[in-house]
Each structure stands twice: as C-alpha cells, then as structure tokens.
C-alpha cells in the first residue's frame, strides 16, 4: 500500500518490510508499546515509530499502513496436531463455529451430494453439541436422510461418533463385529448396528473408524497442509508444537511438512514430537529415534523437540469426561525405562496426563530417578492438560524444573466434566493460576483437531472468561487471566517450551520477523467477542502468509484446493461469526428466533404423523415445508 511520508531512500540496510501505523503490543518490557515495526532477512530490525523506521525504507521496501489497528507478535500453538490436521484437512468438513445443527446438517447434505463415489463426508473435530441452538447432537436418522449412499462420519469430542447406513457398510460392521476394548458398537433390538459408536472410555474405536476412510495421496498432500497452514496463518498462528499423537508414524506421516521446508513452502513454524504408535514396542521405537535424531535438528522452520505426548502407551489416561476416570494398571517399570532412555540420551519430552492421579505416579517415577541424578539433567519436560492437577503435584512439578501446557478442552467438553466432577473441580480445571503463581511456564494451546477447534482466539476466550462455547462459566475469577498474561501464554511460554524464547515470543530487534495485525483491538474488544477476532495480516519471518480486508492479494499464492470436491473448497474451514457486541436483549431475541425454528420443525412433524402433537423430537433439515 502506498503511504504517504515515508521516502523511499538508497540504503545498504533497507527493510524486507515495513508496518507502520499500528498499536504495536510488543510483549518486550523494554518498550512494550510502538508504532511502526521494520523487518530485513527474517528478522526484526527496527520496532519504534515512523521516524525511526524511514531510514530503512528502500526502493524495494515493502510499506504496509496498519491504519491503526492492533498488532501483536505471531501466536504459538503450544499443543496443536498441525501435521496429521494438514494431512485430513481438505477431506473434512468444519463445524468449527456453526452456530445451529440444522445449518450443519444442510452443509452435510450439499456436501454429501457432490461427494465421489468411495469417498466419505467426514466432520472431525472443532464442534460441540453445546455450541448449536438445539443442544444436541444429529441422529442417525438426519444423517441417513441428508445422505443415503454416500458414508457419512461425525466425531463428537473424545465421547462418540455417529455414522451413517453407509458409513457401517464401507466400516465393516455388521451384527458379528466384536466391540474392541474400551469402545462399544452401539446394536439395536435385532442386534444390528445402530451408528452410534461410544469411546467407554477410550477413544481408539472412534480413531479405528476415522482410520477406514480414504485418504490423500501425492501432491494433494502437499495441498492440503498448505491449505491448512494459510488456515491457521489467518487467526495470527505463525508457530506451533506438534504434540504428536496416534495413527501418525514416523518418517512416513511427517515426509509432507518435511518435503514443504525443502521447498521452502512453510507458512507456519512448527517444532515437532515424536510418539510411539505401537503398544509393547515403545523402547525400540524411542532407542531407534535416539541414535538417528537429536532434539532441536532442523532450523527455525521445521525442527524436532523430543518425544511424546505418550511415552508407553500403558501409562496414557483417557480425556472422556463422560465416562469415570479410567483405572491404569501397573506401568511403572516400563515407564521408568523409557524415561531413563531419553533423559540418558539428553531428549526431552511431554507428557499426556489428564488426572492427577496419573500425574502423582508419573512423578513418582521421575522423583525416583532425580534422586540418582538423571532428571531432569537440564532436559524440557512437561505436562499436557493437566485438567485435575493438584497443589501439591504442582509444587513436585516445580522442584523437579518442569512446565505446563494447558488446553481449553473445556471450552467443548466443559458440560459434561461439569456434571460429572461438580461444580468445585470444574472451576479448578485445570488450575492454571496456581501453576502461574508457582513461576511455572505455562504455555497454552488448543490441542486441536480432533475435538478442539484451531482457532486460537477461542481458547484465549476460553482463558479470560471461563467460558465454554455453550456459554456455561466453569472458572470464577479466582482462577481466570488477564488478557496480557493470555497472549504471553500464547507467545512467550511457546517460545520457551522449544527453548526459542530467545528468538520469539516478542516484537524485539533481533527477533523472528512474525507478528499479527488484528480485525479488532483484543485489548478493548468485549470479551465475547474475543472468540471472534481474525488477522488481517499475518507475517512470518518478514513474509506475508495472510492477507485479508484492505491488505487482500498481499500474501503468498497458494494452488487451488484439490480434490475439487473438498468441503474446503466450498465451504472453507472455520466458519467467522461477526463480532457483535450484543445485548442481552438482542442475544435472546436470537436465541428466540432459534426455538422458532424448531418449533415449525416440530408442527411439520406432528402433521404429518411423525410425532405426538406435544412432542419435540428430532430435527431433520432434509426435508422442506
């Protein structure tokens, strides 16, 4: 954009590029406000106001007016499964941000309609029946409707999956499929199957399912992580640690990201773990990785940073509030070995645990090898969700130098932990004051796809106000954060948990050049508006990898989604709500207009036989008054 007043001048030090007329949140006591922000090679040059930042103007200067929005330095993602999301991304279809079932439920049957025959409609993640109007969740019934041929798969959170006729059929299931430990294939009066697959509690049915669907292949790969990165680029990410998980294999799943840094193609940095994916074969996994991989190889792109999020797949506790917490036999021994290999070897890692009860034994382990001088031997650890943790593991976790990642699986699942555990463990779940009073690290994070969504602004909502996307408060204040310490969880604690904290995390000279101009002010906007914030210009090493409103044609070019048919393609990803700053009054209007829609829905059915004149039963779009 040409902007007056700053002359392009002949200079050996001229900037890549230049923002200037921006409300510059640093993050940098030093100067922790500025206007105007210049970048060479990567790296930041200048972070001060117009005067400051002329001289670095140069005929090949690239000069962009903020006009005076808000600019903040580039998010990070502390616990986001970005290579197995790039990988499905294109297959799947969002309900990231839907506001009603009968909305979703349209998309399925538009989408199912264009679907090719073999391929499946697969919702994955990002959505909570406590975000549509209706509070529920579809039947199989409207899914059968809106799609009679074509499989259909929708996950719910770590609790259930509901498929179609003929996603059973392309699945396998019939009345003879055994129900596999911890999962159970829901079965009718004949003893067929439902559709209805419930994780009781573990989820590996759900992730067995999912796994029997098509996937990409060859360039389409490339494609879609691409598409998914410039994705993720326009909530302002500019960097995130994969934290691994099941069903992605090393090399083979992490070739496309790798193949992308060759090329230079990467919009988003990401550090990246190693887990083991099979059970009984763990050691060998991780002693393989040690002799032909160390922690922080690869470069400010693309870079691992040790192993986990499971170390032994015994000692992994499962995240489904719906059912009890599950008992873990004896893992120790086993355990023990593993971290004993990696702190031996000087590799890092994270660790999944969702109760305190798994913390305590998990600490048990490492206080045992502390005691002999192997833990954490200048080694990064730390815990994953966390979600029950107590004050004294916190304490434990603090003498032993570890740190906290915390996600807003709440923010999906917060109603059901609620009626199970009450209202005094929801508003300490998890206890991320404490952590932070204990001077514990505590990076944040959205541990999407899966169940979360990745838009970062909802889990920073998430953060400062406790609430869930149903709106129900689960955290008081007592145990809720201000929003500078929000984003510094977002950006300073991510950059420490792969020991960057030297070269991110802060608009500073000599920093990584990534930062965020954003569509509102988050430091004024009304908090429920917060969930709703976008960037309009994101930069990454001094590249433009986002660019929307007035800055639109600013960013790098992507191909074009393929296959032509992916949901993306017709519907994109997250789906933006406006920010609205509504009353009370004009939410419930809203809210009515909702609960009128679905009494129409009911008067149909009750006139066409289908249901008791004083019944509100299910909802089926696919069908016209």
Not at 23 to 37: L, M, N, S, Y
Not at 344 to 362: K, P, Q, V
Not at 426 to 450: H, K
Not at 535 to 562: F, K, M, N
């Amino acid at each position: 954009m040409p902007v007056g007043g700053l002359v392009a001048r002949a200079t050996d030090n001229a900037a890549d590029l230049v923002v200037r007329n921006a409300k510059i949140h640093t993050g940098d006591p030093v100067r922790p406000q500025a206007e105007a922000i210049a970048i060479r090679a990567g790296r930041i040059t200048v972070v001060g106001d117009d005067n400051d930042v002329a001289a670095h103007v140069g005929p090949a200067t690239k000069v962009v007016d903020a006009l005076g929005r808000r600019m903040v330095p580039g998010l990070n993602d502390s616990h986001l499964h970005v290579i197995r999301g790039g990988l499905n991304y294109v297959l799947e279809l969002r309900w990231d941000g839907v506001p009603t079932l009968r909305h979703g439920l349209a998309m399925l049957r538009e989408q199912a309609a264009r679907t090719p025959k073999g391929q499946w409609v697969r919702v994955v993640g990002g959505w909570s029946a406590e975000q549509f109007a209706e509070r529920r969740l579809p039947t199989v019934a409207e899914l059968n409707a809106a799609a009679p041929d074509t499989p259909v798969f929708v996950l719910h959170l770590y609790q259930s999956a509901v498929l179609n006729r003929a996603a059973l059929k392309a699945a396998g299931y019939t009345r003879d499929t055994p129900d596999p430990k911890g999962g159970q294939i829901v079965r009718g009066r004949d003893g067929e199957p439902t559709g209805m697959l419930l994780a009781a509690p573990s989820a590996l049915i759900l992730y067995s399912t999912l796994a029997k669907a098509p996937v990409l292949q060859g360039e389409d790969k490339k494609t879609s992580t691409r598409h998914f990165l410039r994705e993720l680029n326009r909530f302002g990410l500019t960097s995130a640690i994969d934290a691994a998980g099941g069903f992605q294999n090393f090399p083979d799943n992490y070739s496309t990201v790798v193949e992308l840094a060759k090329a230079g193609q990467l919009s988003l940095r990401i550090a990246y773990h190693l887990f083991p994916q099979t059970a009984g074969q763990e050691l060998d996994d991780l002693a393989r990785w040690i002799e032909t991989a160390r922690p922080e190889d690869g470069d400010e792109w693309l870079r691992l940073n040790g192993a986990g999020e499971n170390l032994t797949w015994a000692a992994a506790d499962f995240e489904n509030f719906a059912q009890p917490r599950p008992h873990l036999a004896d893992y120790e021994a086993e355990f023990e070995k593993a971290v004993r290999l990696l702190m031996e070897n000087g590799w890092g890692f994270r660790l999944h645990a969702t109760y305190d009860e798994t913390i305590r034994r998990d600490l048990a382990v490492f206080e045992k090898l502390a005691a002999e001088g192997l833990f954490p031997a200048g080694r990064r650890w730390l815990f994953d969700h966390a979600e029950t943790v107590s004050a004294d593991s916190l304490d434990r976790i603090a003498a032993l130098g570890g740190a906290m990642s915390v996600q807003n699986r709440l923010s999906f699942q917060g109603e059901a932990f609620l009626r199970r555990y009450g209202p005094g463990a929801a508003a300490d779940a998890p206890p991320i004051r404490a952590m932070l009073e204990r001077g514990l690290t505590v990076g944040a994070g959205t541990d999407a796809t899966r169940v979360s969504t990745y838009n970062p602004w909802v889990a920073l909502h998430w953060l400062i106000t406790g609430r869930t996307v149903g709106d129900l408060v689960l955290r008081p204040p007592h145990n809720r954060v201000d929003r500078r310490t929000a984003l510094s969880m977002f950006t300073e604690a991510g950059a420490a948990l792969t020991g960057e904290e030297g070269v991110k995390g802060v608009l500073r000279p000599g920093f990584l050049g990534d930062l965020a101009v954003l569509s509102e002010d988050y430091f004024t906007v009304p908090e429920q508006d917060i969930a709703h914030i976008e960037s309009l210009l994101t930069v990454v090493g001094g590249r433009i990898v986002h660019a929307a409103a007035e800055y639109e044609g600013l960013d790098e070019e992507l191909p074009p989604v393929s296959p032509e048919w992916s949901p993306v393609a017709h519907f994109g990803g997250y789906r933006a709500a406006p920010v609205t700053g509504l009353s009370g009054a004009r939410q419930a209007e809203l809210l009515g207009q909702a609960v009128a829609e679905s009494e129409q829905h009911r008067q149909w059915r009750t006139r066409r036989g289908l249901a008791a004149g004083t019944e509100n039963t299910v909802f089926d779009p696919c069908f016209s008054l």
